[in-house]
């Protein structure tokens, strides 16, 4: 169960270069259920912890903090319906869903370059849209449709990782672009739906990071929507170099 102090955070995409920092600056602020395929953050969990080499024996202050590590293929049928299950299990509730798992594949030849683009229609749908819609509704299903008065004295709230590639058009990019544009409005619509029961909704949609912003600062753009009351947004971020120092956030245009 959750300690009740630390708020607990369902990750998708724990793995990956946002989700890896997410839980390397986070891990001892929240209770994060990392979800991942195959390698886990480099943090403490229940697969691998730190020990002191001097003193194996010794009790280490990280280890108190460990994620709790998912291994999913969250396309595959019933695992979105498992992993809600294991985190409920865990920690008795979750108080911010963030989708960042994503699959992103180029097709520098268009779309009218053979088969390969149309045959990546699906794997990009399935993980940039369908998942984060699975697991919006299953958690609300499970946890959230019937506690409007602790869904909102917990500020309960899911946020989408989107990219700026959802609103702009960038060569190479448009089966990606075209499922983090259908993701955002994903995450408005969404908004609208759960406000009844009083969670929110917004999504961030960085630029390249880590090379035009760091990835420190994506991460913290979470959480700064996480302790936010805003919903129905979708943020920019890395967009305004000069505010890096203030809010890490801008909203977007639709």
Request: proline share 6%; aromatic share 6%; with cysteine.
């Amino acid at each position: 169960m959750s300690t009740g102090e630390r708020r607990v955070c369902l990750l998708t995409g724990a793995s990956g270069t946002l989700g890896d920092a997410f839980c390397q600056a986070y891990y001892r602020d929240y209770d994060i259920v990392a979800v991942c395929r195959t390698r886990t953050p480099a943090v403490p969990s229940q697969l691998e912890w730190y020990i002191d080499p001097l003193a194996p024996d010794a009790t280490v202050p990280e280890n108190d903090s460990r994620v709790f590590v998912v291994r999913s293929d969250l396309t595959e049928p019933g695992e979105v319906e498992r992993v809600v299950d294991l985190a409920l299990a865990r920690f008795g509730g979750v108080d911010l869903l963030v989708n960042n798992a994503a699959h992103v594949r180029l097709h520098p030849g268009g779309i009218v370059d053979g088969d390969a683009a149309l045959d990546d229609f699906e794997p990009h749908f399935a993980l940039n849209v369908a998942v984060p819609l699975r697991l919006s509704a299953r958690l609300a299903q499970r946890c959230w449709l019937h506690a409007g008065p602790e869904n909102r004295a917990r500020n309960r709230n899911i946020v989408n990782v989107s990219s700026i590639s959802g609103s702009e058009v960038y060569p190479a990019q448009t089966l990606y672009s075209a499922s983090k544009a259908a993701l955002n409005q994903l995450t408005r619509n969404i908004a609208a739906e759960f406000a009844e029961f009083g969670v929110r909704a917004n999504a961030i949609a960085p630029t390249t990071f880590p090379a035009l912003v760091p990835t420190e600062q994506v991460a913290r753009a979470i959480v700064e929507l996480d302790a936010s009351a805003v919903s129905g947004g979708v943020y920019g971020v890395g967009i305004e170099p000069e505010r890096a120092a203030g809010s890490s956030l801008r909203l977007a245009e639709p």
